[in-house]
């Protein structure tokens, strides 16, 4: 069975501070998602990683998948009340295959206070 | 296009009970997946369907069921329910179900009393 470790589990700052959240696994994904969750809603795709050492940027929000596509980290720079939600993230196995479905951590709550 | 939409948003029953809950995919998709989502377990796999046929399984209960018809859209059912059944209930669906990525429906709140 993957699993994936999300990190820290509950993360509260101030408007206009940076943070990094984490996801990692001692499994190999052949990709890697970051999904937002805000409350009362499902789960939206961020971004999707495929290759080791990957680097994406998102306005504010820049994801990295790790050399080895064993972690993840989502970084957000200058954090607004807006990036408040739960951020997952999912990875796809490698190989694929039939038996395909992601495996998801279980979040990092973010909240951003004005 | 519409997104993935799924029905009654909120559920209110009583143990022992069963319930029904209803998830149109996003037109063209082919594969729908379930996943129930609590505060202390996060998302968990239920099931997956594609072309009407389930073609993966998580670790639940045979309480837990689904299916889908020829329009793509899904339906699962939990019967006997239990206390600890109250969950968020998410739908997903995507073109393959191997595209790597998902659409997810809003959710069904099911609160079992």
């Known amino acids: 069975t993957q699993l994936l470790e999300q990190s820290p589990q509950f993360l509260s700052i101030q408007e206009g501070e940076n943070l990094t959240v984490y996801c990692n696994s001692s499994s190999v994904f052949s990709s890697l998602q970051w999904y937002r969750q805000e409350p009362g809603e499902g789960p939206v795709l961020l971004v999707t990683v495929v290759t080791g050492g990957e680097v994406k940027k998102l306005k504010r929000l820049t994801f990295q998948f790790g050399d080895a596509r064993k972690d993840s980290s989502l970084h957000i720079t200058a954090a607004q009340p807006g990036d408040t939600g739960l951020y997952l993230c999912a990875g796809a196995p490698a190989g694929g295959g039939s038996n395909y479905k992601l495996t998801f951590g279980k979040g990092t709550l973010l909240t951003v206070n004005p | 296009k519409a997104g993935v939409t799924q029905t009654p948003r909120y559920l209110i029953k009583t143990r022992g009970q069963q319930v029904t809950l209803s998830c149109s995919p996003i037109?063209?998709?082919?594969?729908v997946s379930w996943y129930q989502q609590t505060p202390g377990q996060g998302l968990q796999f239920l099931f997956e369907?594609?072309?009407?046929?389930?073609?993966n399984k998580g670790n639940f209960p045979g309480r837990f069921s689904g299916r889908q018809f020829s329009n793509s859209r899904s339906e699962m059912n939990v019967s006997t329910l239990e206390l600890g059944d109250s969950a968020l209930y998410l739908c997903?669906?995507?073109?393959?179900?191997?595209?790597?990525?998902?659409?997810f429906g809003s959710g069904t709140r099911l609160t079992v009393v």
């Open positions: 037109s063209g998709h082919r594969s």
């Open positions: 369907y594609f072309s009407e046929t389930q073609r």
């Open positions: 997903a669906s995507s073109f393959s179900g191997q595209d790597a990525w998902l659409s």
